[in-house]
């Protein structure tokens, strides 16, 4: 259930005059605003029995920014962590912590149970509180550029350097990561977010996977990032995953086509780059298998086994 104040955001965005000017604008809107509310769930009453708990996790909550953000790690341990302490483990870290977290922690066990990617650390971004209302609070991190004069968008840059300077510094200093092997993750909202972080900062991570990308959201704020980029004759020295949904919107959907067709033709230096559409399955429905395929390629150089399976 969406909070009365995310559902005013939201009628203020479609309404502005910017968004109106724009229907691609209108769809990216709806599809990064709307479709998170099923984690607002409405207050219950407690149950009897014990909650599950994730095996082999953490929260940690960092010290306020500057700007007043004030962010929760949500810590994912490989199950071979505390049995040999002088390993180092590669790090994903997945936007949208309070919806992606499970996700990236279920596929890990299965991944690394079919010798397909190496044991890693996932690290969720998510916010410290209660009762908060994650899908207006996304928008701030999330978005690269405003949404016409709303001042709590826009703000991706600051959450790029908050990740840059505070959080991986954090993780490495407190956790076994291995700095080498980075790997940023994101759906949606948070798929446009890796997309804007590879085009920004191409040497911070090592791989990259964007699952169903918003790249039509703010008038097609990321072509021109892309444009930038390219103009500059750099290489992207990473891994990159990107997918989206055979059933989505035409127009979300063409976003994600454009997009593709613009990194394939660029032939960037240093990069591995696959993408896959996810036939019959819509915004997300497809995250999960998007999150499969993107992780096991960003992680194929380090998987144990490759190609058929040797087991019986």
């Avoid at 994650?134 to 978005?143: A, C, N, T, V």
């Avoid at 908050?162 to 291995?178: L, Q, S």
Wanted: proline residues 7%.
């Amino acid at each position: 259930m969406r909070s009365a104040g995310h559902l005013a955001l939201l009628r203020r965005a479609l309404l502005s005059r910017a968004a109106m000017k724009s229907p691609l604008v209108c769809l990216g809107l709806v599809l990064c605003t709307v479709l998170p509310g099923f984690a607002a769930a409405a207050e219950t009453a407690a149950s009897p029995f014990p909650a599950h708990m994730i095996p082999d996790s953490e929260l940690r909550v960092l010290p306020k920014t500057s700007a007043g953000r004030q962010y929760q790690l949500h810590v994912g341990l490989p199950a071979s962590y505390r049995k040999e302490p002088q390993r180092r483990y590669p790090v994903v870290y997945v936007t949208d912590a309070y919806w992606d977290f499970q996700k990236i922690t279920a596929i890990e066990g299965s991944l690394v149970y079919d010798k397909v990617v190496p044991e890693f650390i996932t690290v969720g971004l998510g916010y410290a509180g209660e009762n908060l209302d994650y899908g207006s609070m996304r928008l701030w991190e999330l978005s690269p550029a405003p949404f016409g004069s709303n001042a709590a968008t826009g703000h991706a840059a600051d959450f790029l350097k908050t990740i840059e300077k505070e959080i991986i510094p954090f993780v490495e200093r407190e956790y076994r990561a291995d700095p080498a092997h980075r790997v940023l993750a994101g759906a949606s909202l948070g798929g446009l977010f890796t997309l804007y972080a590879m085009y920004t900062t191409p040497d911070l991570f090592q791989g990259y996977v964007a699952a169903t990308p918003a790249v039509v959201v703010g008038n097609d704020w990321l072509f021109g990032y892309e444009e930038d980029f390219a103009k500059s004759g750099k290489p992207i020295n990473a891994r990159v995953y990107v997918a989206g949904g055979g059933n989505e919107s035409p127009s979300f959907l063409g976003g994600v086509l454009r997009m593709n067709q613009r990194i394939v033709s660029r032939h960037y230096k240093g990069l591995a780059y696959d993408f896959r559409i996810i036939d019959g399955e819509r915004h997300a429905g497809m995250q999960f298998e998007a999150y499969v395929r993107g992780l096991r390629f960003v992680f194929a150089p380090l998987a144990p086994e490759n190609g058929p399976s040797t087991s019986p």
